[in-house]
């Protein structure tokens, strides 16, 4: 079965060392959930400024994992610059956050 994020990723930055890469996925685990919760809240209330701010700092933790999210994280963002309601970018912070459940049970998984 194939993973929502990538192994190969993370051991070539941890240099294989599997200590590290624990270490790499717990903080992962530690950050990004109340990133997500503060990402979905702030687009729930329309607020942008702070939506972007979010979508922005997951964005290379996101990529640091291999987590092929990319086009509805620059989604976000680029809604955060519009006048366009919610409505417009509930299709990618779904997906987000649906592929992000996913590799927070993932990592769980591997690294407990």
């Known amino acids: 079965m194939s993973k929502n994020y990538s192994i190969e990723s993370l051991k070539e930055i941890a240099g294989n060392d599997l200590d590290f890469m624990a270490i790499v996925a717990q903080t992962f685990l530690e950050e990004i959930p109340p990133d997500l919760a503060s990402l979905e809240e702030a687009i729930a209330n329309d607020n942008k400024e702070l939506a972007y701010q979010f979508a922005h ?9 291999g ?6 994280i620059t989604g976000i963002e680029s809604w955060t ?3 366009k309601g919610a409505d417009t970018v509930l299709p990618h912070i779904e997906l987000v ?3 992000l459940h996913r590799v927070f049970a993932e990592l ?4 407990s």
């Open 108 to 111: 769980k998984e591997d690294f």
């Open 67 to 72: 987590i092929d999210l990319a086009k509805q």
């Open 57 to 65: 700092k997951m964005k290379p933790n996101l990529e640091m994992f």
């Open 97 to 99: 956050s649906i592929t």
């Open 81 to 83: 610059k519009t006048s």
